[in-house]
T-cell receptor
Framework: EAGVTQFPSHSVIEKGQTVTLRCDPI?????LYWYRRVMGKEIKFLLH????????ESGMPNNRFLAERTGGTYSTLKVQPAELEDSGVYFC?????????????FGSGTRLTVV | AQSVTQLGSHVSVSEGALVLLRCNYS??????LFWYVQYPNQGLQLLLK??????LVKGINGFEAEFKKSETSFHLTKPSAHMSDAAEYFC?????????????FGTGTRLTIIP
């Protein structure tokens, strides 16, 4: 089966611009998660979708970040306007509804650089 | 709340030597524990996971980890290091509650193999 696909793989934008990251989960996976790793720090949870509903968005840093999962398929994470501290690697993961964390598959990540 | 501490942000071992990467966790409920590996320019790959079955868990590429509740530890080992093991390794914890499956990661350990 196809894995979790993220694009772009790299993005370099200027401070104040808008960037949209996309994640295509494994087909049939209701759970979709976003995580972020800022340089040198731990990978941190951002939010969790179950189908199209936000189950937990406690990790979203501020209202400049907007995540959507229309139709319960792919998800987008928009950063508007981007700040320097938003630089990092953004990971997406998906899992089957009954498996949760034990069934995670991660994507390769999007490396975002804000200059 | 859960937390993970990985001792040593950088570990170097000689090829053929024992690999030991340390992970201690904190959790108020029975945890699920994971080790992930990230090779250069790739995503996060699951090495192994503990889900309350056997305390000694075997993973891919010859790695294994032992869950020790009394020590709140889940150290990763491999008897003989190979050059291909050079990567960054992440320990993570999740609670067992259905519907609340986010991962809490440690800060990672970069493993260097000396020829």
């Amino acid at each position: 089966e196809a894995g979790v696909t993220q694009f772009p793989s790299h993005s370099v934008i200027e401070k104040g611009q808008t960037v949209t990251l996309r994640c295509d989960p494994i087909s049939g996976h209701d759970n979709l998660y976003w995580y972020r790793r800022v340089m040198g720090k731990e990978i941190k949870f951002l939010l969790h979708f179950v189908k199209e509903s936000k189950q937990d968005e406690s990790g979203m840093p501020n209202n400049r970040f907007l995540a959507e999962r229309t139709g319960g398929t792919y998800s987008t994470l928009k950063v508007q306007p981007a700040e320097l501290e938003d630089s990092g690697v953004y990971f997406c993961a998906s899992s089957h509804r009954i498996k949760g964390a034990v069934g995670y598959t991660f994507g390769s990540g999007t490396r975002l650089t804000v200059v | 709340a859960q937390s993970v501490t990985q001792l040593g942000s950088h570990v170097s071992v000689s090829e053929g030597a024992l690999v030991l990467l340390r992970c201690n966790y904190s959790s108020s409920v029975p945890p699920y524990l994971f080790w992930y590996v990230q090779y250069p320019n790739q995503g996060l790959q699951l090495l192994l996971k503990y889900t309350s079955a056997a305390t000694l868990v075997k993973g891919i590429n010859g790695f294994e980890a032992e869950f020790k509740k009394s020590e709140t530890s889940f150290h990763l080992t491999k008897p003989s290091a190979h050059m291909s093991d050079a990567a960054e390794y992440f320990c993570a914890v999740s609670v067992t509650d259905f519907g609340n499956e986010k991962l809490t990661f440690g800060t990672g350990t970069r493993l260097t193999i000396i020829p």
